[in-house]
C-alpha cells in the first residue's frame, strides 16, 4: 500500500513554470515506478510523464516533450515534475500515480493522488 499526496500546482502565466511534487509513504517506494497525469473537465486522464523506480528511464507524452521532466529523490519519498513553457492547454488537475513494477505509459497504475490544481492563464 502506498499513499501518495501531491502540491505545487497554482495559477501561472503562459509560458511560467511550476514544480510539482509528490510525497509518498508507504510499501517499498524505492521499487514502484511513479507517473504524473492530468485530467481536465470533460476529459479522460491523460498520461503525462513517468519514471522507473530506479528513475534510470523517464518518459514523456509528446504534448510535454521538451517542455516538463520528472524526477525523483527516493531517499525523500518524493517525485517531481517540472514544468516550464506552460500553456493554457495544460491546464487541469495533476495527479501521481505509482506502479509496483515496471514503468508504463498508460493509466495501469495501482495507487493515485487526489491531485493538484494546475491552472495557466494567457
Known amino acids: 500500500q502506498v499513499q501518495l499526496v501531491e502540491s505545487g500546482g497554482g495559477l501561472v502565466q503562459a509560458g511560467g513554470s511550476l514544480r510539482l511534487s509528490c510525497a509518498a509513504s508507504g510499501r517499498a517506494f524505492s521499487r514502484y515506478a511513479m507517473g504524473w497525469f492530468r485530467q481536465a473537465p470533460g476529459k479522460e486522464r491523460e498520461f503525462v510523464a513517468a519514471?522507473?523506480?530506479?528513475?534510470?528511464?523517464?518518459y514523456y507524452s509528446d504534448s510535454v516533450k521538451g517542455r516538463f521532466a520528472i524526477s525523483r529523490i527516493t531517499a525523500k519519498n518524493t517525485v517531481y515534475l517540472q514544468m516550464n513553457s506552460l500553456k493554457p492547454e495544460d491546464t487541469a488537475v495533476y495527479l501521481c500515480a505509482a506502479r509496483d513494477g515496471v514503468v508504463v505509459t498508460s493509466v495501469n497504475y495501482n495507487y493515485w493522488g487526489q491531485g493538484t490544481q494546475v491552472t495557466v492563464s494567457s
Open positions: 519514471i522507473s523506480w530506479t528513475g534510470g528511464s523517464t
